[in-house]
């Protein structure tokens, strides 16, 4: 018999600052968190805009001794964790440590102290290399981390799958739980990828918008004139239970995971099928998870990047998934203003997510003011949108073609 | 002044307290750190005083005063 599992507790940090009350009233308003890039100089680069976390301070959360051992993407991890265990109200001395676990996703992990320290190498040699830079550069840190702040003694595992990373930490974080292995878990991602190397590098493919000159309308999916995604950074993290343990600590209840499925394109490197096979393949094996018709979806959070191929692949997924009932689900990208937090990116999307099914309002897809013709469903382009929301979709999509939908529904407390 | 030029990395790598007490008898295994510090400091105070500690050396040591009289000896050869 499998476990009911639940989100009990959410955590965020991102440009609009740490907690998800904060991000939610953001994106409900839509803000952009997209600005010109502060943290090096971009005079060189196409591409001069980022939603970057600015003047980012671990330290009131952390002690000193803790946070100068961690790269930017575990110090995101920690203080989004202390965050979503706060709002989950665990009493961290009475929880069966060996039943609570972590996993998490990133994308590049620990490549700031990467950078750093190949830095010193090539400039001072290799004896002047840290002693810190392989436990501080390694992607599973962040899950580690955690696990030694909090003190918890359960499954740790990191997901490694681009863009969709997040989303199959939680995957398998639900997985955990619905079969028992674990009585709670803490699971979303972390990213700090705005510097030099990840900038140039996306912007080699063509991948990033060029809209320096208007840095808030940059991040514009399923528009017309979209050129890109905009470079995103931050973590997201949900505490999830099962049923019979958050309702033994009478734990307030935000929603359930009634599903998860994944699916691979095989297909190539960077570039989604251009039939939405993948994409489709996952959301069907997110409903048959879930048990529910593709009509009994209120409406769907987008992968929704802003690049050229995903949102019309996208598009053409849900079609063929949803039929005719894809033209009257609302479906927004919140990346129009968050930007593109890559590993991050689906769990903030899951905070999202979570956060319209308790609040009954789905934040807009702002800077959508020319639809692409293949692009023609119901975005919630630029304003908030009030609606009851019963099972609540997010779509993510990683570069290797690497697939994951996950299903979120409304529990009554 | 070596010395106090050595207390002041500790002090500031550790981030510790103005108030916690660096002497030449602290030894940096008595603080309670891991090895990874250990090696951190030692490349911060090679920095410092332009200088290079063999590792053979680094196992003579018992404590920051030790660390100190060798720089100091190498100074001054």
Redesign the interface.
Known sequence: MLKRVVVTGLGSVTPFGVGHRTLFDALVAGKSAVSLVSSFDTSEFKTKIAAEIKNFDPDPYFPKSETRRMDRFTQFASVAAKDAILDAKIDLNHLDKNRAGIVLGSGFGGIMTTLEQHKILLERGAKRVSPMCVPMMIPNMAAGTLAILFGLRGPNETVCTACASSSHAIAAAFRMIQNGKADIMICGGSEAPVNPLIVAAFSSMNALSKRNDEPEKASRPFDKDRDGFVLGEGAGILVLESLEHAKARKAYTYAEIAGAGSSTDAFHITSPDPDGSGAKSAMRAALADAAITPDEISAVTAHGTGTIANDVTETKALKAVFGEHAYKIPINSIKSMLGHALGAAAALEAVSAVSSIVEGIIPPTINLENHDPECDLDYVPNTARKAYLKYVMTDSFGFGGQNSVLIFKSVNN | MCFEKIADIVRHH??LDENVEITPESSLKGMKID??DV??II?KIE?AFEI?IPDEKLKEFQNLGDIANYIKSVKES
Request: hydrophobic share 55%.
């Open positions: 550790l981030a090895s990874l090696v951190e490349m920095d290079e």
